[in-house]
């Protein structure tokens, strides 16, 4: 099937870390034929990306920069990652031109539409070394995790997220603030009726 549009880069994604914030990769779409073309862009892995624009259309001659912005992720090396992107497209006349593009590719004859995947690759920079996973669940490694009954506190039935043993991360001086957590008891239901 002819090829409708030139893409750059035209096998791969790089996305290059470190990946603790978002990372943008560009894609260069550009029409190389003589009619108007529609496109749009699927992946593998929805949920990590986000495509601006995901779709439209490139007249005659030309160019179109996609953003693919991966969000933040703890990146392990070891992991194999095998995330794809395919650019579907297809040419339009002028009477389906003027249709909404989410009509268009609801109707669109699989024949005639032209797919081009592209693999992700991910890239740490070399003097960044790579992260190690952390198994620690401990807020500070100088004091053990905190038990069950720290953690939840259950109070007329809720559960509360409560720490009381950080109070002496503070010191003895700042721990009473940490009492502000605790919840106010709750009127009776007599007390709500009669007030």
């Known amino acids: 099937m002819a090829v409708l549009l030139k893409i750059s880069p035209d096998a791969h994604l790089t996305f290059k870390g470190p990946f603790s914030d978002v990372v943008t990769s560009i ?8 009619d108007k073309v529609c ?3 699927q992946t593998t892995a929805q949920s990590r990306y986000c495509v601006r624009p995901n779709s439209g259309m490139i007249d005659t001659g030309q160019t179109m920069r996609v953003s693919i912005m991966l969000h933040p992720f703890q990146y392990d090396p070891n992991e194999r990652i095998n995330h794809k992107f395919m650019v579907r497209s297809m040419t ?3 009477e389906k031109a003027a249709l909404p ?4 590719w609801k109707n669109a004859d699989p024949d005639v539409v032209v797919d081009k995947k592209l693999l992700c690759q991910f890239e740490v920079p070399a003097d960044e070394p790579a992260p190690e996973p952390n198994n620690d669940t401990s807020l500070d490694p100088s004091f053990p995790p905190p038990s ?10 809720y559960e509360s997220i ?3 043993s950080l109070a002496t991360v503070a010191g003895p ?6 009492s502000s957590y605790a919840m106010p008891p709750l009127p009776s239901y007599d007390d709500a009726v009669n007030s």
Do not use: A, C
């Not at 894609?27 to 003589?34: A, D, G, P, V, W």
């Open 27 to 34: 894609l260069t779409l550009q029409n190389i034929t003589k």
């Open 39 to 41: 496109f749009k862009v």
């Open 92 to 94: 339009l006349s002028e």
């Open 101 to 104: 593009l989410d009509e268009i």
């Open 148 to 157: 069950y009954n720290d953690v939840y506190n259950t109070y007329n039935g």
């Open 162 to 164: 409560f720490y009381p």
């Open 173 to 178: 001086t700042d721990s009473s603030r940490y």
